[in-house]
């Protein structure tokens, strides 16, 4: 089911923020507001989302969210807005709340066949060195709730790992450490049509830097993009099941992308990003274009599931 958004409807494009992709969250916010604008929904504005976000909605029917990381991708905008009774776009709070904390998304994916690579997970006060005897090196870092590779780094050994873990929690006080492996680096948006969800193409990455970081993911140049994926009927007919099926188990709604890494042909889920970026260089809108959805279409396709996250 979609919803049929007037074109007269006062939308607030939400963007901006006060997480440390703020930055990014303009750049798509701009993009996804010039796209409303074309389509005829003259009275879309932006709302840079600050404290005194509440009051300045007051005047808005839908909200389209091009937030990224805390307070807009992790559940707390998703909950004002429903205590505001604005329907918004993109998955709900719980929703938002489980895919932004990459632990309790693997949890959740965990109860199905998808698989997903070996890790632990560390509270504030654990020790990295004791929790992670039994993974096998080379490890990433990750803050268990940030996007866009922030205070992530990769380490090959012990004495590499507490620093790095120092550095994930300046971000986090909970970080994840994954065993590194190599491989295939692709991402697969997933869509709703009539409520249903369905996989875009694949985008394969082949970043010039170790693996995909900041600089790889927000700098032109930085990452050869193959779209579709070079990957075998069946290998690519397994990805796209398991973002359908990470998408479904995690309640997502309206738009997401799933991040993978398909190492030893293994299709290991890596996260999914409930609000993933509409900048130049973002990987949704190419993935979208490349099966016949054009930016405008991508940015009304997800405007319709604004209502529809509960």
């Known amino acids: 089911m979609s919803n049929i958004i007037s074109k007269d409807a006062k939308i607030a494009v939400l ?71 604005i329907p918004y776009t993109g998955c709900g709070v719980m929703s938002s709340s489980v895919c932004m904390n990459k632990e309790y998304t693997k949890k959740l994916m965990s109860t199905t066949d998808i698989p997903l690579i070996t890790s632990v997970f560390l509270l504030k006060n654990d020790d990295p060195i004791k929790k992670t005897l039994d993974l096998h090196y080379p490890l990433m870092v990750k803050p268990v709730s940030e996007g866009s590779s922030f205070g992530m780094s990769k380490v090959n050994s012990p004495n590499e790992l507490v620093d790095a873990v120092e550095n994930a929690r300046k971000y986090n006080s909970e970080v994840l450490i994954e065993e590194y492996l190599t491989g295939i680096s692709a991402t697969v948006g997933v869509l709703e049509k009539n ?52 998408f479904k188990v995690c309640n997502c709604s309206g738009v997401s992308r799933i991040d993978f890494l398909i190492a030893d042909n293994v299709p290991y889920v890596l996260e999914i990003n409930t609000n993933p970026g509409m900048t130049d260089t973002s990987d949704l809108p190419a993935q979208a274009l490349a099966g016949g959805i054009t930016y405008d279409m991508l940015v009304e396709m997800v405007l319709e599931s604004a209502g529809l996250n509960k």
């Open 195 to 246: 409520g249903e969800p369905f996989a875009t193409e694949i985008l394969e990455l082949r970043p010039k830097n170790e693996w995909y970081d900041y600089e790889a993911k927000y700098t032109k140049g930085m990452t050869e993009f193959i779209l579709p994926a070079e990957l075998s009927d069946e290998m690519t007919k397994k990805v796209k099941e398991n973002a359908v099926k990470a």
């Open 15 to 85: 963007c901006g923020g006060m997480s440390s992709e703020r930055e990014v969250s303009l750049r798509s916010g701009k993009n996804v507001l010039h796209a409303l604008l074309r389509l005829g929904y003259k009275n879309s504005q932006i709302v840079d989302v600050s404290e005194t976000v509440s009051n300045d909605l007051k005047n808005f029917e839908y909200a389209y969210n091009t937030l990224h990381g805390k307070y807009g991708e992790d559940g707390c905008i998703q909950g004002l807005l429903e205590i505001l009774k």
